[in-house]
């Protein structure tokens, strides 16, 4: 009798160390898409801008109407760094924005 509550135990508290594990990979991988346009100072897109974020240094470019879109973490505020040739580079935070309407470059 004592052995099969011992089993049952063991099985309940593996249960709970299982589920917890899981919750915090959950809560971890959430995430919330930035988008934006980036124009220069006349308002002109700029394709293939470059968007880099900080943190993680990963890499995204503006289409061809300068949009770009991005997947952030909602747990974490990022920099990102947006620059394009011949223009001056960017230093923007996320903070809990979804989206820079129109993100304008300087020229050089």
């Given amino acids: ?3 099969k509550w011992v089993y049952i135990l063991v099985f309940l508290g593996l249960t709970t ?3 917890s594990g899981n ?3 959950e809560n971890n991988n959430k995430s919330r898409t930035l988008s934006g346009k980036v124009t220069d100072a006349y308002g002109e897109s700029l394709p293939g801008a ?4 900080h943190e993680t240094g990963e890499v995204f470019f ?9 997947s952030i973490k909602t747990d974490k505020e990022y920099s990102l ?3 394009n040739i011949g223009f001056q580079p960017l230093n923007l935070k996320s903070g809990n924005l979804l ?3 129109e993100v304008s470059l300087k020229s050089l």
Avoid: H, Q, R, V
Wanted: aromatic fraction near 10%; proline fraction near 4%.
């Fill in 1 to 3: 009798m004592l052995k």
């Fill in 17 to 19: 160390i299982s589920y």
């Fill in 50 to 53: 470059k968007i880099t974020i």
């Fill in 99 to 101: 989206a820079f309407p």
């Fill in 62 to 70: 503006a289409d061809l109407d300068g949009n770009f879109k991005l």
């Fill in 23 to 25: 919750s915090d990979k």
């Fill in 81 to 83: 760094i947006i620059d």
